[in-house]
């Protein structure tokens, strides 16, 4: 009898192995088989490891938004197809009752039970991003996310979207690309593009650790690290080819099966405004016809850019241009600035030529954007009709307001034809790229600028006058990286620059005497561009003293006049001390007049790799250039020539932009392929303009291609290519 007492009351199923209990507890509701945890010290884990999931019931229930008693869960697997009827189960039933959960993985797809009716109406978008409950595991411990069978849906992308974006210590989410078709047209491929063009695009407000990679059958295939700038750089630029490539074969096999799937739409209405914040605001715009969801989305994105020339027709009257530039102000006023819904605005753009016709609204606007806590701000009020390389001198056609001097948050400031106060930019600390045009700039204007905002790093100067003595680019500690100065007149031909840790310098107009007070250690690129410059006489030195002084720069950009000028001065052949180039671009028009310069250029580079002629035509010749002596082209490339080091050691790409076949550019890159010992690419991309003496496309292309045979090369790896 006792020994059938203790037979009785002994724990058969505790006996048996794992394995057998998982695969008992499987035909157990979940729900069920999770509250098994709580009977045995065995069973706390074995419902974690059954594989028959059915989380839809769980929505069903009578009380629990989770276990009575949590569990000490650290990898949870679900199997699960992500339906939105599974949402309360993964949410708040198993993740709120796992607080120390730190590995994820969830195992798409599983089947939907055909016979579930769900209580109630659920909309996934509003489930993920409304009146979300922030679980103690995703703030403190969930580290690996991990997706099997990945299809891009939309369900897909709103869970790991809300997982990415809250949880704060989230190190790793791994993407396995699902193997099969979807029947809408949906592949791996398709999957690949959106995991990398929609989803990771919304690791803006991620965990600065975060990585998230993907693996397709064959392995490892894409990872991104966390970089808010590097995950939106290209994005509005390559979002209309993405639409195209990513979405059109499934959308019509979807219309084929008489279904539809709309990625895009299924989107939070925060993650479409950020990303079409990276579209052209008139785009952004258009998208409102697209569907009711989209109707409002562009009202709030943070990146507005109000241009006139997308309301005015250039070849209008002047009363219609008037009519039409009404229309477009009551468009950024009343349809816009109206309606804006976005709480603050990063960068804020007016394009517009009148604003003295329009000033209420003009100073509206600004207003508005400043209010907005804007921190990029351009105002460019000049006149389309006005001519670059012109030499009249514009004014400002309005004054800047006097509220935007009180506001601390610049980051970005442009003002063309926006007159200014300098000593009223004391406000200004945190600005780091001020640009500067159509203006006319006051005595000292430049250095109070530069000392009231000592983190500046770009400066741009354009068709800026009457700068008074000379151009001051300098200040203790100055931080600045990129300095452009084009086409500005000055009072004096002086410029003054003490900048150390300058990277860019470009500058175009009149030959000036510069001055580089400091050593330039860090500078990488310049361009240079005299085209502004008349007179020949006393220039040529002054040319070879800014070459020398930009000995460190690795790319080097110089135009036609340099090229016809610099050989005239006290030393014709070359600079004394060599340049530190890697990449020149030559800014030419094939001219015999300016095969000494081009001579001078490449000596003057010894460590030379790429060389780029960027092939002007007639319109790079100035005509009041007498060559000192007569020149014969094939005899000064093909007599007495001097092989420079740079073609024998270091030159391995030729590109020819704006080719036309003409005998000089035959003559030039003959010299180039035939003593080119270390030469490994020439490009010639073909002119598309006709020459005006029955040259055309078609004509280069034969010349380029009759090149290819008849010129001896002197480099064995040589590639020709015709673009």
């Known amino acids: 009898m006792a020994d059938k007492r203790n037979n009785s009351s002994s724990d058969i199923i505790s006996g048996l192995p794992c394995e057998l209990l998982c695969y008992t507890f499987g035909f157990l509701p979940l729900k069920d088989a999770a509250r098994t945890s709580v009977l045995s010290t065995k069973f706390q884990h074995i419902w974690c490891g059954i594989d028959r999931v059915d989380l839809q019931a769980i929505?069903?229930?009578?009380?629990?938004?989770?276990?009575?008693?949590?569990?000490?869960?650290?990898?949870?697997?679900?199997?699960?197809?992500?339906?939105?009827?599974?949402?309360?189960?993964?949410?708040?039933?198993?993740?709120?009752?796992?607080?120390?959960?730190?590995?994820?993985?969830?195992?798409?797809?599983?089947?939907?039970?055909?016979?579930?009716?769900?209580?109630?109406?659920?909309?996934?978008?509003?489930?993920?991003?409304?009146?979300?409950?922030?679980?103690?595991?995703?703030?403190?411990?969930?580290?690996?996310?991990?997706?099997?069978?990945?299809?891009?849906?939309?369900?897909?992308?709103?869970?790991?979207?809300y997982m990415i974006l809250f949880e704060s210590v989230l190190e790793e989410v791994n993407l396995y690309l699902s193997e099969e078709d979807d029947g809408y047209g949906g592949n791996r491929e398709n999957y690949r593009k959106i995991d990398e063009w929609i989803l990771q695009r919304n690791i803006e407000r991620a965990s600065h650790k975060l990585s998230i990679s993907i693996y397709s059958r064959e392995g490892y295939v894409y990872e991104v690290k966390y970089n808010s700038a590097a995950a939106c750089a290209q994005f509005g630029f390559q979002f209309g080819k993405f639409l195209d490539e990513s979405l059109s074969q499934k959308n019509m096999a979807a219309k084929r099966n008489n279904s539809s799937r709309d990625i895009i739409s299924s989107l939070s209405c925060e993650l479409l405004s950020y990303i079409f914040g990276f579209l052209p605001f008139k785009e952004v715009a258009r998208t409102s016809v697209l569907s009711t969801k989209f109707r409002h989305i562009w009202r709030g994105i943070d990146r507005i850019d109000l241009q006139e020339n997308h309301f005015i027709q250039e070849n209008e009257t002047e009363r219609n241009k008037m009519n039409q530039r009404r229309e477009f102000i009551n468009f950024a006023f009343h349809c816009w600035s109206k309606k804006c819904t976005a709480k603050t605005i990063y960068a804020f753009s007016l394009t517009f030529s009148r604003p003295r016709n329009f000033y209420v609204e003009t100073y509206y606007l600004i207003r508005f954007s400043v209010a907005r806590n804007v921190k990029a701000l351009t105002l460019d009020f000049h006149d389309p009709i006005w001519r670059e390389d012109g030499l009249e001198n514009h004014g400002g056609v309005f004054d800047l307001p006097v509220f935007v001097y009180s506001y601390q948050g610049f980051e970005s400031l442009k003002l063309f034809s926006c007159n200014f106060l300098a000593s009223e930019f004391r406000n200004f600390t945190a600005l780091k790229e001020l640009s500067l045009g159509w203006i006319q700039l006051g005595p000292n204007s430049v250095r109070t600028v530069l000392m009231y905002c000592p983190l500046l790093e770009s400066f741009n100067l354009k068709k800026c006058w009457s700068i008074h003595e000379r151009l001051d680019i300098s200040r203790p500690n100055l931080r600045l990286k990129y300095l452009v100065v084009d086409r500005c007149n000055f009072l004096s031909g002086l410029v003054r620059i003490q900048a150390p840790n300058l990277r860019f310098f470009k500058y175009g107009g009149k030959a000036a005497r510069f001055n580089f007070e400091s050593r330039l250690t860090y500078m990488q690129e310049a361009e240079l561009d005299f085209g502004q410059q008349s007179e020949f006489s006393g220039v040529a030195d002054l040319l070879y003293d800014l070459l020398d002084q930009l000995f460190s720069v690795r790319v080097l950009t110089v135009c036609s006049f340099l090229l016809q000028v610099i050989p005239i001065g006290e030393e014709p052949t070359g600079l004394l001390k060599t340049l530190n180039v890697r990449h020149l671009t030559l800014k030419t028009s094939m001219r015999s007049f300016e095969f000494d310069g081009t001579i001078f250029m490449i000596k003057s580079c010894p460590l030379l790799e790429a060389l780029t002629i960027n092939n002007l035509g007639p319109a790079g010749i100035f005509p009041d250039d007498v060559p000192p002596f007569e020149l014969d082209p094939e005899e000064f490339w093909t007599n007495n020539l001097i092989v420079h080091r740079c073609i024998k050691t270091s030159l391995k790409v030729v590109e020819v932009l704006g080719f036309r076949g003409t005998g000089n550019e035959i003559l030039m890159l003959q010299y180039l392929i035939s003593f080119g010992s270390v030469l490994e690419e020439v490009n010639l991309y073909l002119s598309e303009e006709d020459d005006g003496y029955g040259g055309n496309s078609e004509k280069y292309l034969q010349i380029a291609e009759s090149m290819q045979h008849d010129i001896q090369r002197a480099s064995h790896k040589l590639r020709i290519s015709i673009y």
């Open 59 to 161: 929505s069903i229930r009578e009380e629990p938004l989770s276990l009575l008693e949590t569990l000490n869960v650290r990898h949870l697997i679900l199997k699960t197809c992500s339906h939105l009827f599974q949402f309360d189960g993964i949410c708040r039933f198993v993740l709120k009752s796992c607080p120390l959960l730190e590995i994820l993985t969830i195992n798409n797809p599983v089947r939907i039970f055909p016979d579930y009716v769900p209580p109630f109406e659920l909309n996934p978008e509003e489930f993920w991003t409304k009146n979300l409950i922030i679980l103690s595991c995703m703030e403190t411990s969930l580290k690996v996310v991990e997706v099997f069978g990945f299809q891009g849906t939309g369900n897909e992308v709103l869970m790991l979207q």
